[in-house]
Every structure is written in structure tokens, then in C-alpha cells.
């Protein structure tokens, strides 16, 4: 060794010392400049990354405010459900994942990844909820196998259940799950994907009242994403209550009166335009909204030749047939056309032009004047009546009754009807307006179309002395502590552009239609109480001279609509009401017992409005039909 050194060269020595040593600064001088980055410029994303890892921010969903009926009965709420979300971030493999969901949900994978792919931009980091309510046996599957299944959470949440199901599905609404054209617009309000939002009904107009604002919680979650605990929570601020107007005792007993049959009752206090009952057939059960709708259901629905999604109170149109005397008769009065003492002769048809009208009755009622004509609802005096004054005078008066145009009912796409003019045939069809024509629209057919809520509010400002009320259909909004924090006003949206002397006549008819020896609604009668009203049977199919095809030889699809409206006490209205039954025939017989039927259970004592026992009473034969003016002869 000694030797060794001896003849080494020293320069050869030092130079690989020098090379070593320059080496080993190089390698410290980059894990310096390394770690200088690491800590100085990075050190805050990566810190972010690391926290993010472990803990984690969850939204927490408000409870939705309660729907009380006029009384506070609860008729909407919120019920706890265990909800089942995934975050995808912790869900690997994801497959795996969704294919073990499969087996303890029954929903397929495809159903989950259909879900997943509707939450486009949203955070990997963020849960998305696959179920909303999974129920007790799924949730125990699922906590029995939790360690197989990352990513995956249950939360209890809260979820909308209408307490009795289809009463009012279509005034009440429903909630579902907000979409991306929604989602856009109420961004700014704090709405994220997964959320429900009202759809129609009180719950869409209430939704800034009812939703409340969401809270949110700060939680450690493990390697698995699963959440260990809560280090910090914002509570979540609760939506108000909503009072409506409806009484929901009186609206199940107008569902009761309407099951198996198409059709709309809607009754209002005439003496604030508060809507009382708001029934449309057939319903729905809301529930399944909320719950997850499937195609076949959904299917069900909106093929379902009944129309069940409809409201029909508000949007289905229809002609008003009889009903529209009452205007025809108003006109006829404060024009001056006709006075109570004017009288027509009836002989079973009215001959104008080249035609012959026909009057329902075919033998003809013989001498009538303006009471005996509305009380058996004589189609030969309106024929007159109508023509002396003229398709846009009825107009004039049809709209100054609230007729063709919109009640203002807080409602979306409510429809206003139609009352035709000579100026609207002109610009609709490009043709002159016939005088024939005028008869058809002065017995309520032609192209008249009104909706249900639009004939019960005529029928309340006959009732009240001539003030048109737009319809209410909340009472009061209050916080979950009972403060009042809105609270509608009652609105008069109109008069009656006639005189109380003529008003007193009119209502005088409507009093005989079903008091008279011969009203067409004696049926409608209740010892005790004074029901005053019209009938109404709108004929949907036009029956040619010679057709045989006639009551229950037609398809019911072809049938004539029946209807009524009413109000009582006579002298002191508390209630105004109208009844349409899709296909009913004759308003005497299928819709003026429904009318008086719910006017009982209103105004008389339980015990004996609950009662459903009528007078004995025949129904009119002159109820038959109301005629298309037609070619006899």
C-alpha cells in the first residue's frame, strides 16, 4: 500500500476528489432549488390538495316549507328518507362500484350511469346522489357491505311526501328534479344539479317562499371517502309554511262526487274570490314525481285520453252551452232589446233565413218570458234575444263578465277563452261573420270557449251584486315560527257592466231554474236552502238532420258535456260553484246534483250534509240537449 501511495500521482489524485466533492454540491443545490419549489411556490396548491383529500364540504339540503289547507290542516310535508351519492373521486373502480350498487338497489347500472352523466362539471369531489330514497332494506344491504363499496354514502335527507296523495294534485303541484334550463336560470339562487324545484302549482308560484336556503358542513372524510366526522356545520335555513284557501274536507268531497268521471268542479266565496275547492279528473298522484318517475308511467299519463296532468279548472276550454244566457240575458236588459214583461213564442224552432233552429224541445214551450226563459232555458227566446243585439254587443258584455280573457289566478298558462266578434272571424279565418252565426253563440255554442273558473267567477259576481273577484288562492305565507311575511289581497278585478235592477231580474230566472214548476235543475233543490244556478249541456258532436246517432247510441267521446253553476244561500251567497262533467249528457242530471252535493256538505251542519239523499224529484225532461242550430227542413 505504502508503495502504492508512494507512486501515485498526486494531480490525478486531487482531481477525482475536486470531481466528487462538485458533484455532491450539485445534487444538494438541486434538491435545495426542489425543495424551495415544493414549499415556496407550490407549497399552497399542495397544501389545498392534501386538506381536500381528507376534509371535505357537504351542502346541506333545507327542509321545504309545509302546505296547510284554510284551517291548517297539513296536506304537504317534509319526510325524512335515506338518500344514497357517490363521489366519484373516492368510487374506484367505478364499475365495480355501480355493479355492487346494482345488486343491493335493483336499479341497474345503466340507470346509475344515466345519473352520473346528467351531473356534467360537476366536482369529482362532489357526492352525487343516485337514489333519493332508497328505503330500509337497500340501506341495510348497503351498511352490511359498506367497506366494499368507496365513494359511497348514505345521507338521511329530506324529501316531499303529499300527505294524501292525489287530493288537489293539480292546485297543490308537485316537485321534481331540477333540469338544465332551470338549473341555468336559478344558479344564482344557489340551486346545483340533483335538486328539486316546483313544477306547477303552488309549489312552483311559492318556490322562492317554500325552498328555504340550503346550510353546509365541513367533514373529515378517510382514505375511503367515507366520512369520519364533522368538524363544522352552517344550519340550513328552513322554507315558510303556505296556508291555502282551499278546504280540504269540501275539495275530498268534490273528489268523491267526480271519481270515474272527466271533468272540473271549482267552487269560490263570493264575497272575496277565495277558492275554495279546485277539483280536476281524473288526478294524479304527485308522490311518484318526487319518488322517480319511469317511462312507462310517465307514458301512462300523458297518453291517457282523460287528459290526468290537465288542470282542468284552468286550462281545458269548453263551450258554455246554456250557461251563457245569463249574459245573453244581461245584454238583453240593459240594451234595452228586451224587458222581464217581453215575451217570445216558442214552437220548437226559430226560422232565420233559409234555416229552422231547433229549441231542445221539440214540441216547443210556447209563450215565454225572460224568467220562464231562463228558468227552462228556452233556446228559441235567446235566439232572438241574440239576434237583435248582435255578435259584438254579446261580446262586449261576454268580456265585461270576465268572459274571454284571463282571471289572473296565480297559475301558469292559464287559458282566456274565446268570445267571438265579427272582427275576429275576419282576421282568424278571412271571412264576413254570418247572422246566423250570432244564434249559435247566443245559446252558448259557436265558437264560445270559456274554462271552469272563468264561469265560477261570473257565477260569484251574480251571486255578490256584481263585482268580479280575481280568484286567491293563498290564504297567508308564515315562517315555521308563525310570523306572517305575506299575505294576498283580496283584488277586484271588475263589475258586471249592468244596473242592480237588471241583476235582480237575471238572478230572479236563475232562482226559478231550480224553484220553478219547471226549472231544468230541480233536482238541484235542498229543503232549507235556497240553491239558485243554470244549467248548461254543451254538444260536442254536430248532429246532422238526419242522424240517428243520438243520447247513448253515440260514442261517449261524442257525447254532449254537462254543465252547472250555482250559488247559495240565494239571498246571502257563501258559495258560487261549477260543475263541468266531460261526456255527462245533461247538466240537469250529471251535473247539477254534483253542485248541490257539495253546496250541502258546505252550508249544512255534518249531519245533514252528509246526507246524500236529493228530493224525489224527476229529472226534467227538457234537460235533453242543447241543439247546434240545425237544418230541419
Partial sequence: ?????????????????????????????????????????????????????????????????????????????????????????????????????????????????????????????????????????????????????????????????????????????????????????????????????????????????????????????????????????????????????????????????????????????????????????????????????????????????????????????????????????????????????????????????????????????GTMNLTDAIAMSCDVFFYQVGQQLGVDRLAWYARGCGLGTQTGIETENESAGLIPTATWKWKRFGEKWHAGETLSIAIGQGYNLVTPLQLVVLTSAVANGGIRYMPQIVKSVQTAEGETVYSPQYRVTGRLPVTPETLAKVRHGLHEVVWGRSGTARIAQVEGMEISGKTGTAQVYSRKSDDKAFGKNLPVELRDHAWFVAYAPAQEPRIAVAVMVEHGEHGSSAAAPLARDLIKAYLLPPEIGAVDEAPDLPVPENEQRNAQPAIIE
Avoid at 434538491?31 to 383529500?53: H, M, P
Avoid at 284554510?70 to 304537504?76: A, E, P, S
Avoid at 353546509?216 to 363544522?232: H, I, S, T, W
Wanted: overall charge positive; hydrophobic content about 40%; charged content about 25%.
Fill in 1 to 365: 500500500m505504502d508503495n502504492f501511495i508512494k507512486t501515485a500521482d498526486p494531480d490525478w489524485y486531487k482531481q477525482r476528489v475536486y470531481a466528487f466533492m462538485f458533484s455532491a454540491v450539485a445534487v444538494f443545490a438541486l434538491l435545495g432549488v426542489r425543495l424551495l419549489y415544493l414549499q415556496g411556490i407550490k407549497g399552497d396548491e399542495y397544501r389545498r390538495l392534501s386538506e381536500t383529500n381528507s376534509i371535505r364540504l357537504q351542502r346541506v339540503n333545507p327542509v321545504r316549507g309545509q302546505i296547510f289547507d284554510r284551517d291548517g290542516r297539513l296536506l304537504v310535508e317534509d319526510r325524512p328518507a335515506f338518500a344514497l351519492s357517490i363521489t366519484l373521486k373516492d368510487a374506484k373502480p367505478l364499475d365495480r362500484t355501480l355493479a355492487q350498487l346494482s345488486k343491493y338497489t335493483g336499479v341497474s347500472v345503466e340507470a346509475f350511469s344515466n345519473t352520473i352523466g346528467r351531473q356534467k362539471g360537476m366536482s369529482f369531489y362532489k357526492p352525487v346522489v343516485l337514489i333519493n330514497d332508497i328505503g330500509r332494506d337497500a340501506l341495510a344491504a348497503i351498511e352490511v357491505h359498506r367497506y366494499e363499496l368507496p365513494g359511497v354514502d348514505v345521507d338521511v335527507r329530506p324529501i316531499r311526501h303529499y300527505v294524501e296523495g292525489s287530493r288537489a294534485a293539480h292546485f297543490i303541484g308537485y316537485l321534481s328534479e331540477i333540469n338544465s334550463k332551470e338549473l341555468e336560470s336559478k344558479k344564482k339562487e344557489g340551486y346545483v344539479a340533483g335538486d328539486f324545484i316546483g313544477k306547477c302549482g303552488v309549489e312552483k308560484i311559492y318556490e322562492s317562499y317554500l325552498n328555504g336556503e340550503s346550510g353546509g358542513r365541513q367533514v373529515e372524510v378517510n382514505a375511503r371517502g367515507q366520512m369520519v366526522r364533522v368538524l363544522k356545520t352552517v344550519p340550513a335555513k328552513p322554507g315558510n309554511n303556505v296556508y291555502l284557501t282551499l278546504d280540504s274536507e269540501l275539495q275530498k268531497k268534490g273528489e268523491e262526487l267526480l271519481e270515474g268521471k272527466a271533468g272540473a268542479i271549482v267552487a269560490m266565496d263570493p264575497k272575496n274570490g277565495e277558492i275554495l275547492v279546485s277539483v280536476s279528473s281524473p288526478p294524479f298522484d304527485p308522490n311518484i314525481f318526487v319518488e322517480g318517475l319511469g317511462h312507462d308511467q310517465w307514458q301512462a299519463l300523458v297518453t291517457n285520453p282523460l287528459r290526468p296532468l290537465e288542470n282542468k279548472v284552468v286550462h281545458a276550454e269548453y263551450p258554455p252551452a246554456s250557461v251563457y244566457k245569463i249574459v245573453v240575458a244581461l245584454a238583453g236588459l240593459e240594451e234595452g232589446v228586451i224587458s222581464s214583461n217581453s215575451t217570445f213564442f216558442c214552437p220548437g224552432g226559430y226560422r232565420f233565413g233559409n234555416r229552422v233552429y231547433r229549441c231542445w224541445r221539440k214540441s216547443g214551450h
